[in-house]
């Protein structure tokens, strides 16, 4: 959906005022999708790969670590050390954000901490909430990323295995982490990754695009 365009479930009345608590910053399982930890790797001057290695759950990409008292990895005193590239989640909170298959869009009200310092306000919309938290580019990634999950799962069964165990095969892709951005990118196209951002996930979708066009040829071919 264009960025403020505000129909359906976008035109809602809702506003929320975030206190910086920091009590929404723990025990939260927070997943990420290729374009979230390019953008987190960015930010801490890492590439994608050691951004996986050492901030997400066994390094693999899935979701953000916490630290032993249940906090994100990247929470600090002073507040969230991400905060301008923090996932779609966080800046969504405290609304869900749902697609279904034919990319209906809806949201939900999460529960707040019941200590949370926040406030509800009921003042704007969802619409003007999204614009002011900047979300419009991770909505696009996100459903970008599930149209591609969408195809795989619909298109090429094989790839749903493929998905579960995080693996490639076969070339060119052989042993390298495929949601991985970097490095898929120069293990397909043998350079490094364009510095920005946008492009790189247009990179990294035609990627896995051109990758579902190789399963299904060879499934063809079996």
């Not at 923090?86 to 909170?93: G, H, I, K, S």
């Not at 954000?97 to 209906?104: E, F, Y």
């Not at 095969?169 to 951002?197: H, I, K, N, Q, R």
């Amino acid at each position: 959906m264009p960025e403020g365009d505000e129909q359906g479930p976008r035109a809602e009345t809702f506003g929320y005022l975030c206190r910086r608590c920091l009590r929404c910053c723990h025990d939260k399982h927070i997943q990420l999708n290729p374009y979230e930890v390019a953008r987190l790797a960015r930010n801490r001057g890492v590439s994608t790969t050691g951004l996986r290695r050492d901030f997400t759950v066994d390094g693999a990409g899935v979701a953000l670590a916490q630290t032993k008292d249940g906090a994100c990895v990247f929470l600090t005193p002073e507040g969230c050390g991400v905060h301008p590239d923090r996932p779609l989640v966080c800046r969504l909170y405290p609304l869900g954000r749902h697609v279904s298959w034919d990319g209906i869009e809806r949201f939900s009200h999460v529960e707040p901490h019941p200590r949370s310092a926040g406030e509800l306000t009921g003042r704007g919309t969802v619409g003007q909430f999204l614009d002011e938290q900047g979300a419009e580019p991770f909505i696009r990634a996100a459903d970008e990323y599930l149209a591609w999950v969408n195809r795989a799962l619909e298109d090429a069964p094989e790839t749903a295995e493929l998905l579960r165990d995080k693996r490639v095969s076969p070339s060119p892709l052989d042993e390298t982490d495929l949601l991985d951005m970097d490095a898929a990118a120069t293990a397909y196209g043998g350079v490094s990754p364009p510095e920005d951002l946008e492009a790189r996930r247009a990179l990294h979708l035609g990627i896995l695009y051109a990758q579902l066009s190789n399963q299904e040829e060879h499934h063809h071919e079996q």
